[in-house]
């Protein structure tokens, strides 16, 4: 396997431009941010976000660089989403006790604008927080402060699964 990888890195390198390498440079330090822990999930370290839980808000910042473009040369709208529901998630999940994690049912996002600029922030806030649903709303803004787009989301209340149970099952 590492022999094929090794042959896989040599070719996209070959006659790469600068922007492809910047690509590549960033897909790689992504991915080892998530083996070294520094991020909880390989989405996660892939777009390089960084999260901070305050008072029942969830910021979440993203750079933007060529690897989040669509053909238009703007943030693919899969991206922001994605940013979204990470907040929402990670605000969700913050809030509840141990052994019980929240997974969204539904997300509904409007977008504004164009996502442009050096990055991204969203902004997630609690809404309503029951025993076994919740409710999430947020903001998501580029760098020069302008709005992009909004976003609400439901989410479940479960018990997380115990690993050992369910490889026994």
């Not at 590492?2 to 492809?20: G, N, P, R």
């Not at 809404?127 to 803004?141: L, P, Q």
């Not at 402060?145 to 115990?162: D, L, T, Y």
Request: charged letters at 20%; proline letters at 2%.
């Amino acid at each position: 396997m590492k022999e094929k990888l090794q042959q896989l890195f040599d070719t996209c390198i070959e006659d790469a431009t600068t922007e492809e390498l910047e690509v590549l440079n960033q897909l790689l330090e992504g991915f080892n941010k998530k083996k070294l822990n520094l991020n909880s999930s390989y989405i996660g370290g892939l777009l390089h976000m960084e999260r901070t839980i305050q008072d029942q808000v969830c910021e979440l910042t993203i750079p933007i660089t060529p690897l989040l473009d669509n053909s238009l040369g703007i943030v693919h709208g899969g991206i922001t989403a994605t940013v979204i529901d990470t907040a929402m998630g990670t605000l969700a999940n913050s809030l509840l006790p141990s052994g019980y994690g929240a997974v969204t049912t539904q997300l509904n996002v409007h977008y504004l604008t164009v996502g442009k600029g050096d990055y991204l922030t969203c902004r997630a806030e609690i809404d309503h927080k029951g025993s076994k649903t919740m409710v999430i709303s947020s903001d998501v803004f580029r760098s020069d402060g302008k709005k992009i787009a909004q976003a609400s989301g439901s989410f479940f209340v479960i018990e997380k699964e115990n690993r050992m149970n369910k490889n026994q099952k």
